[in-house]
């Protein structure tokens, strides 16, 4: 059983910044491919980011040079930078992970969902 649990979403002003934290217990960030997905109202689930067991990262068009995703093995624990916030991004933000591999396609299609996934943390630009 693994257990993630998003913090750091709120309220910005367009043009504003956010760090998401995604603190993982059951396993280990390190042996997982560990990512970022969301979801607006009445919009299908779209992938962000994600980050391989290796360090490897790959983004949705839509976030690339904006966003930046990481990890921290000794905090057990998984983040995305979010700079250049747009009201686009405005959605629920859910942290995933799975030991198998699981991909984020340029165009935010998730081909294979994870395995496991938080609960979510808001995150909410202005105009």
């Known amino acids: 059983q693994v257990e993630l649990v998003e913090s750091g979403g709120g309220s910005v002003q367009a043009g504003g910044s956010l760090r998401l934290s995604c603190a993982a217990s059951?396993?280990?960030?390190?042996?997982?491919?560990m990512g970022w997905f969301r979801q607006a109202p009445g919009k299908e689930r779209e992938g962000v980011a994600l980050i391989s067991d290796i360090g490897r990262t790959t983004y949705a068009d839509s976030v690339k040079g904006r966003f930046t995703i990481s990890k921290d093995n000794a905090k057990n624990t998984l983040y995305l930078q979010m700079n250049s916030l747009k009201p686009d991004d405005t959605a629920m933000y859910y942290c995933?992970?799975?030991?198998?591999?699981?991909?984020?396609?340029?165009?935010?299609?998730?081909?294979?969902?994870?395995?496991?996934w938080g609960q979510g943390t808001q995150v909410t630009v202005s105009s």
């Open positions: 995933a992970a799975d030991r198998t591999l699981w991909a984020v396609r340029p165009d935010g299609r998730i081909p294979i969902m994870p395995a496991w």
């Open positions: 059951g396993d280990t960030v390190n042996d997982n491919y």
